[in-house]
């Protein structure tokens, strides 16, 4: 079983940096896919980008080449940089734990789940 807690998330202006992260504690992380997801006010929840237990690297067309994930083995944790940030972006942002060895794009596909952290990009 996995618990997960994400921080990092504020607000900031446009065009401005964030870097999320999701601390895993239970079990290593490197043992599950990450997924981070983001839900707006009156949106669903979508997918932002994953990484599998191989390394394979999977992200929306929204945020790819400007969002990148990344994991640190010691801490436990993977991160979320965010780069060149929009107003769309604005959202509550989760990461999440999926067993398998893929990336799920829905978030059926996952297991664990934190209890998210806002972002916020005013324009």
């Known amino acids: 079983q996995a618990q997960l807690v994400e921080s990092g998330g504020r607000s900031v202006q446009a065009g401005n940096s964030l870097r999320l992260s999701c601390a895993a504690s239970g079990r290593t992380f490197s043992s599950y896919a990450m997924g981070w997801f983001r839900q707006a006010p009156g949106k669903e929840r979508e997918f932002v980008g994953g990484i599998s237990r191989t390394g394979n690297q999977h992200y929306a067309d929204s945020v790819k080449g400007r969002f990148t994930i990344s994991g640190d083995n010691a801490k436990n944790t993977v991160y979320l940089q965010m780069n060149s940030l929009k107003p769309e972006d604005t959202a509550v942002y989760y990461c999440?734990?999926?067993?398998?060895?893929?990336?799920?794009?829905?978030?059926?596909?996952?297991?664990?789940w934190g209890q998210g952290t806002q972002v916020t990009v005013s324009s």
């Open positions: 999440a734990a999926a067993t398998g060895w893929g990336v799920p794009l829905s978030p059926g596909g996952y297991t664990y």
